[in-house]
Nanobody, 120 residues
Framework: QVQLVESGGGLVQPGGSLRLSCAAS????????MGWYRQAPGKQRELVAA???????NYAASVKGRFTISRDNAKNTVYLQMNSLKPEDTAAYYC??????????????WGQGTQVTVSS
């Protein structure tokens, strides 16, 4: 009942920028937080950035200072502005929503992923 639609991935040269978007829809009673994870082939999925409903944020050390996460609560949309991209940022990026669909229980929901490739 929760759908997360991601967009904004693509191919970019080192030092370039991309902005990822994730729009949430469906039967959501309450959103606690939204964020972005990434996974490269053969590697474990890792947190990139997350933001709570109150606006608190956290970032992976490897992206802090380069990436910025933000939300548009009216649109139930989260953004990830990625600047100064490095080849090490190449991965599939997944939108995550932590919230309540069934009363009394919080769960995590995931988008299908969008590919980011940083290469010259």
């Amino acid at each position: 009942q929760v759908q997360l639609v991601e967009s904004g991935g693509g191919l970019v040269q080192p030092g370039g920028s991309l902005r990822l978007s994730c729009a949430a829809s469906g039967s959501i009673l309450s959103i606690y937080a939204m964020g972005w994870y990434r996974q490269a082939p053969g590697k474990q999925r890792e947190l990139v950035a997350a933001i709570t409903t109150s606006g608190s944020t956290n970032y992976a050390a490897s992206v802090k200072g380069r990436f910025t996460i933000s939300r548009d609560n009216a649109k139930n949309t989260v953004y990830l502005q990625m600047n100064s991209l490095k080849p090490e940022d190449t991965a599939a990026y997944y939108c995550n929503l932590r919230g309540v669909v069934i009363v009394g229980k919080a769960n995590d929901y995931w988008g299908q992923g969008t590919q980011v490739t940083v290469s010259s």
